[in-house]
Structures are given as structure tokens and as C-alpha cells.
């Protein structure tokens, strides 16, 4: 501490009430917000039991495949039979395996 600190905390002015409500708001602002997108992340699997998902490059972005319903299981099979050459066939593959789809 430095020698004069008793000194330099005895003429620091203490924020006002409506200065430290302002302060608790901004603050809860900035943290309620990033606590639930938190939260979205780490419970969003990208895949849901009945859907698989995968997102790819695009030429202009990132572009979401997904298939629902009766067609994923056709749809993750013929990915798995041309998993060997591609990319995206194997992040396919890899959704469809962590969706329950095709066995591990």
C-alpha cells in the first residue's frame, strides 16, 4: 500500500446509490446475456434424435445440410458408403453416429 493511502481513501468520493443501481444494471446487462448463450452452446449438439445436421463451407459461408424424419437413415448410409473420399462426407458420418443414426 502506499503511505498515503488512508489519506487518498478518505477524499475518494463513494459512487451515489443511483450510481452503484446503474452500475449492478449494466453489469447484469453484460452477464444475463453471455450466460445464456453459454448456456445455448453447450447444450446445442447440432443434432437432435430424429435430425442430423452438419455444417460445411460453402463458396459464400457455411451452409447446413440436414435431413429429418424418415430419410436421415437412407441419407447417413449412403454417407457412410462415401465416407472414404471426402470431408464432408466424414463430418456427415460423424453427426449420424453422435444423432444415434448409424452405430459407433
Known amino acids: 500500500m502506499p503511505p498515503n493511502y488512508e ?4 477524499t475518494a468520493p463513494a459512487l451515489a446509490p443511483h450510481q452503484r443501481r446503474w452500475g449492478w444494471a449494466l453489469a447484469a446487462a453484460i452477464v444475463v ?9 453447450a447444450t446445442e449438439s447440432g443434432s437432435s434424435n ?10 459464400i459461408g457455411g ?10 437413415r437412407k441419407w447417413c448410409t ?16 460423424a ?10
Open 50 to 59: 430424429s435430425c442430423v445436421t452438419v455444417v460445411i463451407a460453402g463458396p
Open 78 to 93: 449412403a454417407e457412410a458408403a462415401a465416407a472414404s473420399g471426402g470431408n464432408i462426407a466424414s463430418k456427415v458420418l
Open 7 to 10: 489519506a487518498l481513501r478518505a
Open 33 to 41: 446475456p453471455g450466460l445464456g448463450v453459454g448456456v445455448w452452446a
Open 63 to 72: 451452409e447446413d445440410l440436414q435431413h429429418c424424419g424418415a430419410g436421415t
Open 95 to 104: 453427426a449420424c453416429r453422435r444423432s444415434g443414426v448409424l452405430p459407433h
